[in-house]
Nanobody, 125 residues
Framework: QVQLVESGGGLVQPGGSLRLSCAISEFRLDYYAVGWFRQAPGKEREGVSSIMGGTGFTSYADSVTGRFTISTDRAKSTVYLQMNGLETEDTAIYYC??????????????????WGQGTQVTVSS
């Protein structure tokens, strides 16, 4: 059964860093992209970043470009989201999800299936 489990969230001060992890099972990062999404209170869920493990192709939302970096460790079946220069606006629940189509990637949530349970990131002084 496909599963994605996020970890690494927490409370951090503005300007700080966190690294989120998404441990996957029952599919291969070589063949399927994984994306990170977030949902802040009162707002719609938005795409943050995605990666196609087999090629290394990545995409980022404009709001996080230059601050966040997505990567994979295929041996550990894990996708990471390194978040630097965190801002209060980054406060949200962060989810990872599996792209439905093999060999493709993007940031439109309708193209993703199988979601993790989410991890809370709070940026506050």
């Amino acid at each position: 059964q496909v599963q994605l489990v996020e970890s690494g969230g927490g409370l951090v001060q503005p300007g700080g860093s966190l690294r989120l992890s998404c441990a996957i099972s029952e599919f291969r990062l070589d063949y399927y992209a994984v994306g990170w999404f977030r949902q802040a209170p009162g707002k719609e869920r938005e795409g943050v970043s995605s990666i196609m493990g087999g090629t290394g192709f990545t995409s980022y939302a404009d709001s996080v470009t230059g601050r966040f970096t997505i990567s994979t460790d295929r041996a550990k079946s894990t996708v990471y989201l390194q978040m630097n220069g965190l801002e209060t606006e980054d406060t949200a629940i962060y989810y990872c999800a599996k792209y439905a189509a093999e060999g493709e990637y993007g940031l439109d949530e309708k193209d993703f299936e199988y979601w993790g349970q989410g991890t809370q990131v709070t940026v506050s002084s």
